[in-house]
């Protein structure tokens, strides 16, 4: 079967760094997703990672290690608008269907 | 706009009617999925489609529900006899054919706006 794991609620403030931690069992990796979503809105990707490291997009990264399970989105320079919700999400074992977490919501003060 | 179109945006109904949404993919996209969500969660999969065929139902996917895709393009998901539970967000998104992937970020799906249902 699969599990995904993620904190439910984060707080920071703007232009601080913060991290979005997952961790994942899965029976057949096929890669990890991390999607932003407003409330209301659909989902919005953002990363894919499918092999070890970091990788960089403007202000968001994302991390994997697929020998720990795990998984996380770092994003710097916070702004207002990045108060959501984030999903980490990974393929099922056919490489189709996408199972996700129930989300992290953060919330970014000024 | 070419992003992933549903409609419609919001219905609300009364518990035991039938209710019918659409999902138009982004055109290259021969792949197509339904989710659901409800409040607090992420999203769960239904049922995924590659062009025309239904290659993958969830056990989510009720006898009441049904999802077609008659010509491989657009889709709709029926929901007969509704009930108080049914009441959630229903999020179509789409992909690219395995074949076509160059990157494997193209495996990436899109999501529509959304039909919010609420039954009464």
């Known amino acids: 079967g699969q599990n995904i794991d993620q904190p439910t609620e984060m707080t920071a403030t703007e232009g601080a760094i913060v991290q979005i931690n997952c961790t994942y069992q899965t029976s057949g990796f096929n890669g990890l997703f991390w999607y932003q979503q407003h409330a209301g809105e659909a989902p919005t990707f953002l990363s894919y990672n499918v092999l070890d490291g970091l990788e960089e997009k403007g202000r968001f990264s994302s991390f994997l290690s697929r020998s720990k399970g795990y998984s996380y989105l770092l994003l710097k320079e916070l702004q207002m608008k990045d108060s959501a919700s984030y999903l980490c999400?990974?393929?099922?074992?056919?490489?189709?269907?996408?199972?996700f977490g129930k989300g992290t919501t953060l919330s970014v003060s000024s | 706009d070419t992003g992933v179109s549903q409609d419609p945006r919001h219905k609300i109904t009364k518990r035991g009617q039938n209710v019918t949404f659409r999902c138009d993919p982004i055109?290259?996209?021969?792949?197509l999925y339904w989710y659901r969500q409800t409040l607090g969660q992420g999203p769960e999969f239904l049922t995924y489609?590659?062009?025309?065929?239904?290659?993958?139902k969830s056990r989510l996917l009720s006898d009441r529900f049904s999802a077609e895709r008659p010509k491989g393009s657009f889709s709709t998901l029926e929901i007969q006899r509704t009930e108080q539970g049914d009441s959630a967000m229903y999020l179509c998104?789409?992909?690219?054919?395995?074949?076509?992937?160059?990157?494997?970020?193209?495996?990436?799906?899109?999501f529509g706006p959304g039909t919010r249902l609420l039954v009464l």
């Open positions: 055109s290259e996209h021969n792949r």
């Open positions: 489609f590659q062009n025309e065929a239904q290659l993958e």
């Open positions: 998104a789409s992909s690219l054919p395995m074949d076509e992937y160059r990157d494997r970020v193209q495996e990436t799906q899109y």
């Open positions: 999400a990974v393929h099922n074992q056919a490489g189709t269907a996408l199972i």
